[in-house]
């Protein structure tokens, strides 16, 4: 079940990614309530992996340190600077932590 949940959340990590990114270019238009859905299950897919993640503390601080990025990434200007950096941020630290 853990892994089921650690790749579905990596398809929507990256799901996520990508649009916002087709959003700043201007190759995509979705609602912001589309798109915050998208957001909003990828952090309760992160929460999920960090109690799956308890008994090992490496990939356990991945994996919060992934969700911190994802819970302070609103605190930017909309497709700003802080936000491309602190959503890619997240990504890498999540692909690490599939990958370990």
Do not use: C, E
């Not at 912001?32 to 999920?48: C, E, G, P, T, W």
């Amino acid at each position: 079940m853990s892994h089921l949940i650690m790749y579905a959340g990596l398809i929507l990590y990256f799901s996520n990614y990508a649009i916002g990114w087709m959003l700043f270019t201007g190759k995509l238009s979705v609602t912001k309530r589309s798109h915050q859905a998208i957001y909003s299950v990828l952090i309760a897919a992160l929460a999920v992996n960090a109690y799956f993640s308890l008994g090992d503390i490496t990939r356990l601080v991945l994996i919060l340190s992934s969700l911190a990025m994802m819970l302070i990434l609103p605190l930017g200007i909309k497709g700003g600077y802080y936000h491309r950096i602190v959503s890619s941020l997240g990504l890498m630290l999540y692909i690490i932590y599939v990958f370990i």
